[in-house]
């Protein structure tokens, strides 16, 4: 099946090749000013064959938005993948790919050890009633059980 090009790095990856889960470089940019965003795709699940329930995604993305500032001044952002099988997350100035996976392992570990979701209520979030703190903690559980395999991101690696 022939597939166009777009102006979307992701839309451009073949996901019937990729090996979840991975963390893959998905690009850099650079500002006017110097500075360099560097944006990773974080795959908890095998496109097209399983996906992140949501009230598990939105939990999972409330603890790891939160928790992974702990560990690195440099994390802009960290947004889920509209396909609910992963997450994006972009670093300022910082390009360490062994870094980013130290960084984003005592993320994980930190949703493993929460004992609440936060910003979990009406004040702080858009859709308060769709949260699982189990079922964030279970997708946390499996993707750590494959840390070894993270650098792994196509089948034939």
Same mark, same amino acid.
């Given at each position: 099946?022939?597939?166009?090009?777009?102006?979307?790095?992701?839309?451009?990856?073949?996901?019937?090749?990729?090996?979840?889960?991975?963390?893959?470089?998905? =690009?850099?940019?650079?500002?006017?000013?110097?500075?360099?965003?560097?944006?990773?795709?974080?795959?908890?699940?095998?496109? %097209?064959?399983?996906?992140?329930?949501?009230?598990?995604?939105?939990?999972?993305?409330?603890?790891?938005?939160?928790?992974?500032?702990?560990?690195?001044?440099?994390?802009?952002?960290?947004?889920?993948?509209?396909?609910?099988?992963?997450?994006?997350?972009?670093?300022?100035?910082?390009?360490?790919?062994? =870094?980013?996976?130290?960084?984003?392992?005592?993320?994980?570990?930190?949703?493993?050890?929460?004992?609440?979701?936060?910003?979990?209520?009406?004040?702080?979030?858009?859709?308060?009633?769709?949260?699982?703190?189990?079922?964030?903690?279970?997708?946390?559980?499996?993707?750590?059980?494959?840390?070894?395999?993270?650098?792994?991101?196509?089948? %034939?690696?």
């Amino acid at each position: 099946m022939a597939t166009e090009k777009t102006n979307v790095e992701s839309f451009d990856l073949d996901h019937t090749i990729v090996a979840a889960p991975y963390v893959r470089l998905a =690009g850099t940019k650079e500002g006017a000013k110097g500075d360099v965003v560097t944006k990773y795709d974080i795959r908890f699940k095998q496109p %097209n064959k399983e996906h992140m329930e949501m009230p598990a995604l939105h939990s999972l993305e409330h603890l790891m938005a939160d928790r992974i500032r702990n560990h690195s001044d440099a994390v802009v952002d960290i947004s889920p993948m509209g396909c609910q099988t992963g997450f994006y997350v972009s670093f300022m100035n910082y390009d360490d790919y062994e =870094g980013v996976l130290s960084i984003l392992e005592k993320t994980v570990q930190d949703v493993l050890a929460a004992t609440a979701v936060p910003a979990c209520n009406e004040v702080q979030c858009g859709w308060a009633a769709s949260h699982s703190l189990e079922g964030a903690q279970q997708l946390a559980k499996e993707f750590l059980a494959k840390r070894d395999e993270w650098h792994i991101v196509f089948n %034939n690696e």
